[in-house]
């Protein structure tokens, strides 16, 4: 969580919100990536699910079962619904997002019927994923 | 909705899901895509999604609120929340998806607190978008 939190400092220096994502597969990271929708114009182009894209590319798979997402932010319904398509065994998030949290807060995905269920572990670096994100947003009030 | 379903069959012949996608704006179509998933081996790569991306490329913005995305299938959580994300105005899908639809099957995603609201409208085509799934599943199971 550590280096997510670093991937997370980093989009905030290009002026993206500061989420950082990393997949890990037997003790090795293969994805990772901060949000880069500012950057990209894209909708899609959040930290989880470029991640998660890198991981396939990676595993030469869409299924990633064995594999553990870190992510520094609860993810958003577009992102818990790539780690249920893509099978992600486990996510590990640090911090809720009341607005658009889809683990717990606004609603929870893996709690419906659907393909796969990953595991969720929530809380890591709890205080630090909260602060980099406030950080960013009191220094946009400010400008 | 017609162009979606020849998106659709196209998928098919590819060894795809057939799903078929596309994107409309001020009456032209700015974006389209079948799912790739197999072919990409990545969890990401439905015909919605895929869509959507182009979409953005081609306005320039994550922002898709003037667009209407037009697909065969009822989008999963992944598309149903890409479509928030990306503000889409309106979408119309063909057949619901009983075991993953997020737009009113399995969960109805825009029923939910987040930033955006699409209008939706369902069964256009219904039975054409439906016989393509129903045909593509029979052909591979007697394979």
Not at 76 to 98: E, Q
């Amino acid at each position: 969580m550590r280096r997510a939190l670093a991937l997370a400092e980093q989009a905030a220096e290009m002026g993206e919100v500061p989420v950082g994502a990393l997949v890990v597969r037997n003790g090795e990271v293969i994805a990772e990536a901060g949000n880069r929708r500012e950057r990209d114009r894209c909708a899609t182009a959040h930290a989880e699910l470029l991640a998660i894209e890198q991981a396939c590319a990676a595993v030469g798979s869409w299924r990633l079962t064995d594999c553990t997402l870190y992510v520094t932010l609860e993810p958003c319904p577009m992102c818990a619904g790539t780690i249920v398509n893509a099978r992600v065994g486990r996510v590990v998030f640090g911090c809720k997002d009341a607005r658009a949290g889809a683990m717990g807060s606004v609603l929870n995905l893996p709690s419906y019927p659907l393909n796969h269920r990953p595991g969720v572990s929530m809380g890591v670096c709890e205080a630090e994923c909260r602060e980099v994100l406030q950080r960013f947003f009191r220094s946009r009030r400010t400008k």
